[in-house]
T-cell receptor, first 114, second 115 residues
Framework: DAKTTQPTSMDCAKGRAANLPCNHS???????VYWYRQIHSQGPQYIIH?????ETNEMASLIITEDRKSSTLILPHATLRDTAVYYC???????????????WGLGTSLAVNP | KAGVTQTPRYLIKTRGQQVTLSCSPI?????VSWYQQTPGQGLQFLFE???????NKGNFPGRFSGRQFSNSRSEMNVSTLELGDSALYLC??????????????FGPGTRLTVL
């Protein structure tokens, strides 16, 4: 079962900031939040990840609430090429070893309008 | 550095047949994961291989199997194909499977259509 909840779709005007929310209320203390995006007909592409602190890279910023139950991915100046499905994912530990499995939801379909 | 490559890109099969999909990870990457993507279910994890050993397995029937070779290339096989197996099959590689998580790099996928 997916452990994250995202809106099905969002719109954003070109040049404006796109703020994509994600709820992960059952996240545990050592689980990271990851964001990927998938442009039509391509494989998913890594964007950013974080644990507690806000993170920023050349693509986006990630804001994680203090209780870690939700986060927001921010694309500061959206372009038409940012039109994609955005996935918010938490890392789940299956057992005491190093095995990991990412649980993917259905993501948010972001449309950047001209 | 070349990205993850998957072959073939498109495949059409009929029910009851079997299929083998291939994935070549990024050079130096030892972990390969496979996912099935359908419109209604999103990405679903199939299995993960590391150093020729299956490390993780998702909730798919035994008709879905995989393997990894000593050069880290991986194959997945689906036997007795069903209409519901029509999907985009994605392969992802990462550099090291350790205590942390390493970014996964995805290939373009193989689009399988079962008639």
């Amino acid at each position: 079962d997916a452990k994250t909840t995202q809106p099905t779709s969002m719109d954003c005007a070109k040049g404006r900031a796109a703020n994509l929310p994600c709820n992960h209320s059952t996240i545990s203390g050592n689980e990271y939040v990851y964001w990927y995006r998938q442009i039509h007909s391509q494989g998913p592409q890594y964007i950013i990840h974080g644990l507690k602190n806000n993170e920023t890279n050349e693509m986006a910023s990630l804001i994680i609430t203090e209780d870690r139950k939700s986060s927001t991915l921010i694309l500061p100046h959206a372009t038409l090429r940012d039109t994609a499905v955005y996935y918010c994912i938490v890392r789940v530990a299956l057992n005491a070893g190093n095995n990991r499995k990412l649980i993917w939801g259905l993501g948010t379909s972001l449309a950047v309008n001209p | 550095k070349a990205g993850v490559t998957q072959t073939p890109r498109y495949l059409i099969k009929t029910r009851g047949q079997q299929v083998t999909l291939s994935c070549s990870p990024i050079s130096g990457h030892r972990s390969v994961s496979w996912y099935q993507q359908t419109p209604g279910q999103g990405l679903q994890f199939l299995f993960e291989y590391f150093s020729e050993t299956q490390r993780n397995k998702g909730n798919f029937p035994g008709r879905f199997s995989g393997r990894q070779f000593s050069n880290s290339r991986s194959e997945m096989n689906v036997s007795t194909l069903e209409l519901g197996d029509s999907a985009l099959y994605l392969c992802a590689s990462s550099s090291l499977l350790g205590r942390g998580y390493n970014e996964q790099f995805f290939g373009p996928g193989t689009r399988l259509t079962v008639l």
